[in-house]
């Protein structure tokens, strides 16, 4: 007689869901919404980067839409803690993971702990990206509406800009590896936020701890 073995709904053609569709919405609502804040921003930034303003619909056009997609990025970053801010709780292991990074840096994976859903360093970015949303949120409401800052105090507006330059210089340095890493050295993972699924493989590979959580299995 032949018992029949339960497959999890979140199981199908021997791939594993890793992305629900909100997740996927939420992902790609932030990182759009970051790109254009950034290519709009860096116009704003340098003279040399004003083209971009030209090429987004001029700059009138981009000074409008800045803070305003801005506030959707804001809110995407608040739709992703919602979602994924239990998974990214950094954890022992994790902090481990962290003092190892040389063994990741060098395709040693193998001698790092095992990850779960999000390993060390894309908590990381979390954290970052979330910290910076914060610090660009509370600093870009003082460029926005500059008339509600008094005369003498025109120390603040200046200081203002400073941290806003800072918070996005930092985001972009996280951003720039954040595409690298995904693009480049695990295409999978844009299947992933594209499909919502992985294969069983990559899975066991890059996230043992969820993979065997997920799939109910010892090893
Ligand atoms: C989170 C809410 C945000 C608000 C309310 C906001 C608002 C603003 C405003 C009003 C300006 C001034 C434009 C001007 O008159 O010159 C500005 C500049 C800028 N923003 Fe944002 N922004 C936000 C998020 C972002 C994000 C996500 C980025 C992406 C990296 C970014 C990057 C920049 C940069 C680089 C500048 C130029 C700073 C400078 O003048 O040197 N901002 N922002």
């Not at 053609?13 to 909100?22: C, K, L, P, Q, V």
Request: hydrophobic letters at 50%; charged letters at 15%.
């Amino acid at each position: 007689m032949s018992a029949t073995v339960a497959v999890p709904q979140t199981q199908h053609a021997g791939e594993i869901e890793r992305y629900t569709f909100a997740e996927r919405l939420m992902h790609w609502l932030s990182g759009f919404t970051y790109l254009y804040c950034l290519g709009t921003g860096l116009a704003f930034y340098s003279p040399h980067l004003f083209w971009i303003a030209y090429v987004l619909g001029g700059a009138p056009t981009s000074r409008f839409w800045h803070p305003i997609v801005a506030i959707v990025f804001v809110l995407g970053t608040v739709w992703m803690h919602v979602l994924w801010s239990r998974d990214m709780e950094m954890t022992e292991g994790d902090k481990r993971w962290l003092d190892g990074i040389q063994a990741y840096i060098t395709n040693h994976d193998e001698q790092l702990p095992l990850a779960d859903r999000f390993n060390a360093g894309q908590k990381l970015y979390y954290w970052l990206m979330v910290y910076g949303a914060l610090f660009l949120l509370f600093s870009g409401i003082f460029l926005w509406f500059p008339e509600y800052v008094p005369r003498q105090a025109a120390w603040v507006r200046r200081v203002m800009i400073l941290v806003h330059e800072v918070a996005a210089l930092v985001t972009i340095g996280g951003f720039i590896i954040h595409i690298y890493m995904s693009v480049f050295m695990e295409p999978a993972s844009v299947t992933a936020m594209t499909t919502g699924y992985v294969n069983r493989g990559w899975a066991r590979t890059y996230h043992r701890l969820w993979y065997l959580r997920v799939t109910g299995q010892k090893e």
